[in-house]
């Protein structure tokens, strides 16, 4: 029978790996405050044998053609989707996610990137370049051992996300999730195992920031790909920097949303809703900052309003359920105290703001209306159910207020006008845009932010420039002329 919880704490080399030496890190359902596991961090022991196994399996699986390869992949997202349930219960667990996302967002998503690398390992291929009688081809190359370093929120997606392109390309993994949601990707190790992968491709190691940082700086390492918050990705940048190492970074987001007079009013606020309540407000890329053209305001807040009275709160596990807890007590306190901002400076709360009256980590969804720019709860990265609903008048007033930010992940507008929902996205300084939608994140599109909300692009084929390097051979097919 399948067992859907990890045996131990790591896996490395094929099997699962305890080390009781180790930090012991619990594993807290966000439902209920409960311990459902207590995992360790890595010891340096394990951290080395995880990069020794990592190290032998790259160089064998970059000589293994990049169709068998992508079979390997393929077969991986079959499992996945078999074990759907099982996997989404397991991320509901780690998360606190209603099943009724989990089910159709995260081991979904990570078959989708399996499946997608796994078709695209086959058109992996070289140039052929002439010059006259001489030529050059260019070789695509694995970078050898990468680290994948995961946040908190989608831990399968996470995992799947590095994992896929970096195999794909001939590449082996060491992956530390976060210690808050540490089972999931133990899972995708397990699978890709079953699914033909040598032992030491994709390995996984539980700690810290410390197990983070000291993955970080092995000379062994060639790659890092960190998802986590600006904080982290500066120290993690400047540490792989030191040895030069390649880095994609999807980093935080204060991503505006603009929703002029013209727009459908209901696709507007359902996209309010899904760019600031889904996963109850832990998304990196969401829409925090609503800017809402005068004219609609007052309409948007009272169907915003209205539709916030559908939201189910309870139970992760009762598929009935749309709305779940923070992922913890932390998470919880700093929304709180963002809220309290929020009020403290004079925003106009209009629905939520306070806690659910059961146990676990839950707070309301949070509108606040007639916020400012300056005001903190427009300036920072909450990462709860918080949103912000500033007004505007212009266009050109929308497009430099919703620029001026440090951050870059996505960007939004709802119009009808079609020429200005492409002329506005057109000047937001954002990676990952939306017309008459939001969120969205299809394997097949590039992801990821600019400005300080990150470097690199995950998913779609943008993905392969950075997890491969190419080789460039100059062939010479007369006599070499030299000055002397
Ligand atoms: P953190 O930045 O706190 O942590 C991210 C990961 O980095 C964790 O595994 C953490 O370990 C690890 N880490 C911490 N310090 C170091 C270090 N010095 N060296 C190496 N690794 C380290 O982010 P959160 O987990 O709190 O996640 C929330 C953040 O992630 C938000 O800012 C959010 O916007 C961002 N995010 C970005 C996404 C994107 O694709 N752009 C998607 C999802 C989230 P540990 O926490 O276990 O100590």
Redesign the pocket.
């Known amino acids: 029978m399948y067992d859907p919880q990890p045996s131990a704490s790591h896996y490395i080399d094929g099997a699962y790996v305890e080390d009781n030496t180790g930090t012991p890190i619990p594993v807290i359902y966000p439902a209920t405050g409960e311990v459902i596991a207590t995992l360790h961090a890595a010891t340096p022991a394990v951290i080395d044998a995880a990069l020794a196994a990592a190290e032998i399996a790259q160089k064998q699986w970059a000589r293994v053609t990049p169709r068998e390869r992508g079979r390997v992949l393929t077969r991986a997202a079959q499992i996945m989707r078999a074990r759907n349930r099982e996997l989404s219960v397991l991320e509901t667990r780690d998360t606190g996610k209603p099943l009724q996302e989990t089910l159709v967002a995260d081991a979904t998503s990570g078959a989708d990137a399996l499946e997608y690398f796994g078709g695209v390992a086959n058109g992996l291929t070289g140039e052929h370049i002439p010059l006259g009688d001489d030529w050059v081809y260019t070789i695509r190359e694995a970078l050898g051992v990468c680290v994948g370093?995961?946040?908190?929120?989608?831990p399968t997606q996470i995992a799947c996300w590095k994992a896929a392109p970096a195999l794909a390309c001939g590449n082996a993994m060491v992956f530390?999730?976060?210690?808050?949601t540490p089972l999931c990707a133990l899972k995708i190790a397990e699978i890709l195992t079953e699914a033909g992968a040598p032992a030491g491709l994709f390995n996984v190691v539980q700690g810290?920031?410390a197990v983070?940082?000291a993955l970080?700086t092995d000379p062994r390492v060639a790659k890092v790909s960190?998802?986590?918050?600006?904080p982290?990705g500066r120290?993690?940048y400047a540490a792989a920097a030191e040895q030069m190492k390649h880095v994609t970074m999807?980093?935080?987001?204060k991503s505006p949303l603009v929703i002029f007079d013209d727009a459908d009013l209901d696709n507007a606020v359902g996209g309010a809703i899904n760019g600031n309540f889904y996963s109850s407000g832990q998304v990196?890329s969401n829409g925090t900052r609503v800017f809402v053209q005068k004219g609609i305001k007052e309409a948007f807040l009272a169907r915003l309003a209205e539709r916030l009275k559908n939201a189910v709160i309870g139970d992760p596990l009762d598929e009935a359920t749309s709305f779940g807890p923070m992922v913890s007590d932390r998470q919880m306190q700093i929304v709180q105290g963002y809220i309290e901002k929020g009020k403290a400076e004079g925003a106009r709360l209009v629905s939520g703001g306070g806690r659910v009256d059961r146990d676990g980590f839950y707070l309301e969804p949070t509108v606040f209306a007639d916020v400012t720019d300056d005001m903190t709860i427009a300036r920072e990265?909450i990462?709860g159910p918080v949103m912000a609903v500033l007004d505007f008048d212009t266009e050109a007033e929308a497009i430099a207020r919703a620029n001026a930010t440090e951050y870059g992940?996505s960007a939004g507008v709802f119009t009808r006008d079609l020429s200005r929902g492409h002329r506005v996205i057109g000047q937001l300084r954002a990676g990952s845009c939306f017309i008459n939608s939001y969120n969205d994140a299809p394997v097949e599109a590039p992801f990821g932010?600019v400005k300080a909300?990150?470097v690199g692009r995950e998913n779609s084929k943008a993905a392969l420039d950075h997890w491969s390097q190419l080789k460039s051979v100059y062939v010479r097919m007369g006599d070499v002329e030299a000055a002397f």
């Open positions: 370093i995961g946040a908190w929120n989608y530390k999730p976060s210690e808050t810290m920031g983070g940082a970080v960190l998802t986590g918050s600006v982290t120290k993690v999807e980093l935080g987001g990196c990265e990462f992940l932010g909300s990150g």
